[in-house]
């Protein structure tokens, strides 16, 4: 073979899941994703799946990373992780996905913030420095003898 022959390899056909996940961009690292799938955060056409399942294109994956649940659509295979819009080329999300997570953004949006629903709990410094002047608050004890 000429050291100036096109390498010519056949169209992929199918691929590792765990591959897939890493080039479409959705993990920075194949670790991280084999780690999610043994979570059974990924499901393929329904289906829990392991890393070394095969993805083929028009498969449907679900996607579960923290609060967002993606549904795609395998449009391509690629052994490369390449720039954002091309990782975006191999895949096309559901519009029933775009629009649930579009509200699950909203209803965090318009949440209340968790640290005003705690009414009592630890003092802070200046609660403490209060309480101590007002004498009201804590007593100080001793458990030396001399106190009985």
Known sequence: MSRHAPDLKPELTAMRLDKWLWAARFYKTRALAVDDIDKGRIQVNGQAAKPSRDVRPQDTLVIRQGPVTRTVVVLGLSNL???APVAQALYAETPESIAERTRAAEARRLAAEPALSIEQGRPTKRDRRELDR????W???SA?????
């Open 81 to 83: 992780r390449g720039p």
């Open 139 to 141: 007593q100080r004890w």
């Open 144 to 148: 030396s003898i001399d106190d009985e």
């Open 134 to 137: 007002s004498q009201q608050g």
